[in-house]
T-cell receptor, first 116, second 115 residues
Framework: AQSVTQPDIHITVSEGASLELRCNYS??????LFWYVQSPGQGLQLLLK??????LVQGIKGFEAEFKRSQSSFNLRKPSVHWSDAAEYFC??????????????FGKGTKLSVIP | DGGITQSPKYLFRKEGQNVTLSCEQN?????MYWYRQDPGQGLRLIYY???????QKGDIAEGYSVSREKKESFPLTVTSAQKNPTAFYLC??????????????FGPGTRLTVL
């Protein structure tokens, strides 16, 4: 079965600093990978996704992520963080279940705090 | 505007009562999902439906029930058998059945509190 690990529960960065959120996955086949963001008390919004091709993926709000198959990682990056980026970030892997349906498995999330 | 609506935003329930959470989408998506979110636990799949009148259990279906009588609606009932129902519940939908690359779109969530 697939799994996702986000090693950092909480990260604090200063506004304008660079950001990297880590994500490691476990899946036997080619993974479909996603990053979502959640503001407090809200639903999730897709930042970016990777299926195949270029391993560096660009997303919304200036985020990017790099797929590294050898490290089973899909880390999210942003060169300069804004105060509005404070939120919780979830990495997810999409995979087919035994019943032939498609499911997302989420990591436990990383909460980002931004210091003005 | 197309999207997913969930109601109510906040819900309070007494122990022993069943309660139903509403989820409606106007995206014409085939697949719909219910997740439960607890602090520090990420999202866990309760039930999902790939087509009208059909649904499958997810990882934590015990104490929950669903129906899918219409394509746009996927209500979730939290029964009295659910031992710890206080949580944030998220509904999602995706365009096609069995397509791993389709993203899931999420509603704003319902926060359920058992008193």
């Amino acid at each position: 079965a697939q799994s996702v690990t986000q090693p950092d529960i909480h990260i604090t960065v200063s506004e304008g600093a660079s950001l990297e959120l880590r994500c490691n996955y476990s899946y036997g086949a080619t993974p479909y990978l996603f990053w979502y963001v959640q503001s407090p008390g809200q639903g999730l919004q897709l930042l970016l996704k990777y299926f195949s091709g270029d391993t560096l993926v660009q997303g919304i709000k200036g985020f990017e992520a790099e797929f590294k198959r050898s490290q089973s990682s899909f880390n999210l990056r942003k060169p300069s963080v804004h105060w509005s980026d404070a939120a919780e970030y979830f990495c997810a892997v999409g995979a087919y279940s035994g019943a032939g349906s498609y499911q997302l498995t989420f990591g436990k999330g990383t909460k980002l705090s931004v210091i003005p | 505007d197309g999207g997913i609506t969930q109601s109510p935003k906040y819900l309070f329930r007494k122990e022993g009562q069943n309660v139903t959470l509403s989820c409606e989408q106007n995206l014409n998506h085939d697949a719909m999902y219910w997740y439960r979110q607890d602090p520090g636990q990420g999202l866990r799949l309760i039930y999902y439906s790939q087509i009208v009148n059909d649904f499958q259990k997810g990882d934590i279906a015990e104490g929950y029930s669903v129906s899918r009588e219409k394509k746009e609606s996927f209500p979730l009932t939290v029964t009295s058998a659910q031992k710890n129902p206080t949580a944030f519940y998220l509904c999602a939908s995706s365009r096609e059945v069995g397509q791993a690359h389709n993203e899931q779109f999420f509603g704003p969530g319902t926060r359920l509190t058992v008193l």
